[in-house]
């Protein structure tokens, strides 16, 4: 199987079949393998793709994709497929993209989370972390409401229960519709509001909430600033889940990969670091130009989107007590130096004529919204969704709470999700994001070699190694803070009959800037500011053959800007 639509959702069967699919159809570009085992012995794929004619892709230097980090954003899934679709497919007919793959290595890791997201996509749950079990759920003293099932419909929506001191009422305009109670409101029918579900342990009273059925889900598992409070993702210890450590692990043994996104729902957002500092962390670490590259960059994705670019600390986070510890955003950057960007794919009420999701005030839910913008949003879902993305308010007996009504949005296809027809028209967005950013990369090259005869047998070779990419070789100040960044090499190999006279054989070149170091706004940038080109290096030899013809080899080694060879003969 390795034709793909981009109109349904694929679960985990058909993801596999796909990227096999599509190394058997593309063997001299894409090639797939596991990096390791979920909980559930699910396998987690990753699809490399590169030319590989020009050269193994862990010589190249190398941009990751991934998505479904969460279990119900499923989307994230196909924006990963989709951008491996095209590479692919166009390889050989855009020029941008052959080109690419030419110089350039993808690692495309398109299901982060099999075991959560086949939850999600095969039952009614919505809410499913990792997939992993929680001991605390599973304890006999657990007590609380819990999502269920209750009318059979395949889906977990509301419950809604006649009590004057509930906080809520229909609408005049639309019956389905909740809006607020006013402070001053008496004398009509109010409802108290619930998950659909079960109560462990209830006795009557006081509905609590139980402890979430399952934990995991991975981006609040990563060290970077890790803490146990975070609402169920956070792990036993950073690191915990089998599929955070395999992709760490991963990463440690492909030093070429030098750029990273993720894909996430939903919000319609470009998102940088940090998820847990303020911005006032980048001027404190005197890091000012890694934030300027970052949102130069970011600019791409959000004209592409036309969604703005923000850090989730900024702008994301309400109760700043409670800032996402532990994500890979924050971890890839601050512990590796890495570029690394999050999407949030999906917005649901910009589709439905709001402004975006900055300018509405950083507002997720229909719960913040008010009377006429839930009828707005209701009358968008019934014109896309046909009806099937809201369940009629209908009698139902509870077991344990009597006579309750059950409805609501559905909201794994209208909130969380597209619905499946609008979901190519949401990765076209923003799916070739990854792959424009992957050409900013440092990409070094022997843009000159020369070999020059100055008498008795005796050559001058001189090479020019430079930097034809956007970002420098070390990628971000961040990187050379923490001693990670590695110095451009090169070397001579001498051929048959050929001596070394002068030069070293071995030459570290230190770090070539890139044209991010000369942007607009950056503090270093000043047109007339008479700034050394740092972009090259020129390195010379002496060489003698002793017969002809001779030969030498001169080749350049970046980690992060791949490598380079020139031969050159001696007539």
């Not at 959702?9 to 393998?33: C, Q, R, S």
């Not at 598992?221 to 760490?248: D, H, K």
């Not at 470009?270 to 303020?278: F, G, H, K, Q, T």
């Not at 003698?544 to 001169?554: C, D, R, Y």
Request: with cysteine.
């Amino acid at each position: 199987m390795s034709e793909i639509s981009f109109d349904q959702y694929h679960d985990f069967h058909e993801v596999t079949e796909i990227l096999k699919g599509w190394a058997i159809n593309y063997p001299d570009l894409a090639t797939m393998i596991t990096i390791g085992k979920t909980p559930k012995g699910n396998d987690l794929w990753v699809l490399t793709i590169t030319n590989k004619e020009t050269g193994p892709a862990d010589e190249k230097p190398g941009f990751w994709i991934d998505g479904n980090t969460h279990a119900g954003e499923i989307t994230g899934t196909e924006a990963c497929l989709k951008a491996a679709w095209h590479l692919l497919t166009q390889h050989g007919e855009d020029p941008f993209i052959t080109e690419l793959l030419k110089e350039k290595a993808f690692y495309v890791m398109p299901r982060v989370n099999p075991d959560g997201s086949e939850i999600y996509l095969t039952q009614p749950y919505s809410r499913v972390g990792g997939g992993i079990s929680n001991p605390d759920f599973e304890d006999e003293f657990a007590e609380g409401l819990y999502p269920e099932d209750l009318n059979g419909d395949g889906y977990i929506t509301m419950m809604r229960i006649q009590d004057p001191n509930g906080d809520w009422k229909a609408s005049e305009k639309d019956k389905r519709v909740l809006v607020k109670r006013k402070p001053e409101e008496t004398g009509g029918v109010y409802y108290k509001v619930y998950r659909e579900g079960m109560i462990k342990n209830y006795t009557g009273g006081e509905v609590k909430m139980a402890p979430s059925r399952w934990i995991g889900g991975s981006n609040r598992n990563y060290p970077a600033g890790w803490s146990p409070i975070q609402s169920g993702q956070a792990g036993l210890y950073p690191l915990f889940e089998p599929e955070v450590r395999a992709m760490a692990d991963f990463f440690w043994e492909h030093k070429n990969i030098g750029g990273l996104l993720t894909y996430h729902t939903y919000s319609g957002i470009v998102m940088r670091p940090y998820a847990l500092w303020s911005d006032k962390h980048w001027e404190e670490k005197g890091l000012e130009k890694d934030l300027a590259v970052y949102n130069s960059l970011g600019e791409i994705g959000a004209e592409m989107s036309g969604w703005p670019i923000l850090s989730p600390y900024e702008e994301m986070t309400l109760n700043k007590k409670g800032a996402r510890a532990g994500c890979s955003m924050d971890w890839w950057y601050d512990h590796f130096g890495l570029l690394m960007y999050g999407i949030e794919i999906w917005d649901m009420p910009t589709r439905a004529g709001f402004k975006d999701f900055h300018e509405r005030g950083m507002r997720f839910v229909m719960g913040d919204l008010s009377e006429e913008e839930s009828l707005k949003l209701m009358a968008w879902i019934d014109k896309e969704t046909g009806g099937e993305g809201f369940a009629d308010w209908t009698p139902h007996e509870h077991p344990q709470l009597g006579a309750v009504e059950i409805g609501g949005m559905r909201t794994k296809y209208t909130m969380q999700n597209p619905p499946p027809h609008l979901l190519d028209s949401a990765l076209d967005k923003i799916f070739m994001f990854p792959i424009r950013l992957a050409a900013m990369l440092p990409q070094v090259k022997i843009t000159k070699a020369e070999a020059t005869a100055i008498g008795e047998g005796l050559y001058k070779i001189k090479a020019e190694v430079s930097n034809l990419g956007f970002l420098a070789t070390n990628l971000t100040e961040q990187r050379k803070k923490i001693k990670l960044d590695k110095p451009v090499r090169v070397k001579i190999e001498l051929g048959d009959g050929v001596e070394l006279i002068g030069g070293k054989e071995r030459s570290s070149l230190g770090n070539l800037e890139g044209r991010s170091d000369r942007l607009p706004g950056h503090p270093s940038y000043s047109v007339s500011s008479g700034r050394a080109e740092g972009s090259k290096r020129t390195v010379e030899w002496t060489v003698k053959a002793k017969k002809a013809p001779g030969k030498v080899v001169i080749s350049s080694y970046s980690l992060k800007g791949g490598r380079d060879r020139k031969e050159l003969e001696l007539a």
